[in-house]
């Protein structure tokens, strides 16, 4: 089964609106973190946001926030004020174990399939 | 402060030979991972190092290894080469700060013909 399941392939949305881009996880760790990454072009993983398991409030960083909810065991990443420069694979990723910094391992990421978000003048 | 630094950036191969990249950690990162790439998928866990030792290692063949070194920096090998093994290898490095201890480095884009 997919523990990663991104299920938009493409996304498009108009300059300066806002975006969802949907992601659900499937764990039986009651300790896990979530990730968005953002992959334009070139190649690199560029670290959006992220939200541990445990955490209480829904993450925000800058234009990014995190729709985090635990029971539909869903993550979708909202981007507000879309940019030109926001167009790009966006992934999904999961850690399944304790964070780091309580004393866990770092774990490997697993990772969705990739949501494509195109942003039109 | 120097990202993750990956060695060569492209590379072509032919099927059956063997391959070496490389990848230097940001600096007091300890733990670096390798992950495979194919087009249009997400990228797949090969192999996480921590203090010189392997610490997990993902659904692939023996052909492939890797190791790190006293300065954390690290190689993955791919021997024997396949069609198949054409993707983009990423390597990331972490600390052990909460979230965001994975960084991605460029990739090295591997093209077997």
């Known amino acids: 089964a997919q523990k990663i399941t991104q299920t938009q392939p493409g996304m498009f949305v108009q300059e300066k609106e806002a975006v969802t881009l949907d992601c659900t996880y499937d764990?039986?760790?009651?300790?896990?973190?979530l990730f968005w990454y953002k992959q334009p072009s070139s190649g690199e993983m560029i670290f959006l946001i992220y939200?541990?398991?445990?955490?209480?409030q829904n993450a925000t960083e800058g234009r990014y926030s995190l729709n985090f909810q635990k029971a539909r065991k869903s993550a979708n990443l909202v981007i507000s004020a879309s940019q030109l420069g926001d167009s790009a694979m966006y992934f999904c990723?999961?850690?399944?174990?304790?964070?780091?910094?309580?004393?866990?391992?770092?774990?490997?990421?697993?990772f969705g399939k990739g949501t494509k978000l195109s942003v039109k003048p | 402060d120097a990202g993750v630094t990956q060695s060569p950036t492209h590379l072509i191969k032919t099927r059956g030979q063997q391959v070496t990249l490389r990848c230097s950690p940001i600096?007091?990162?300890?733990?670096v991972s390798w992950y495979q790439q194919v087009l249009g998928q997400g990228p797949q866990f090969i192999f996480q190092?921590?203090?010189?030792?392997?610490?997990g290692r993902g659904n692939f063949p023996d052909r492939f290894s890797a190791r790190q070194f006293p300065n954390y920096s690290s190689e993955l090998n791919v021997n024997a080469l396949l069609l198949g093994d054409s993707a983009l290898y990423l390597c990331?490095?972490?600390?052990?700060?909460?979230?965001?201890?994975?960084?991605f480095g460029s990739g090295t884009r591997l093209t077997v013909v």
């Open positions: 990331a490095s972490s600390s052990a700060r909460r979230g965001y201890g994975y960084t």
């Open positions: 764990t039986s760790d009651p300790s896990y973190g």
């Open positions: 939200q541990g398991s445990y955490d209480q």
């Open positions: 990723a999961m850690r399944e174990g304790l964070d780091p910094t309580y004393g866990g391992s770092q774990g490997n990421l697993i």
């Open positions: 600096s007091g990162h300890k733990s």
């Open positions: 190092y921590y203090e010189k030792e392997e610490r």
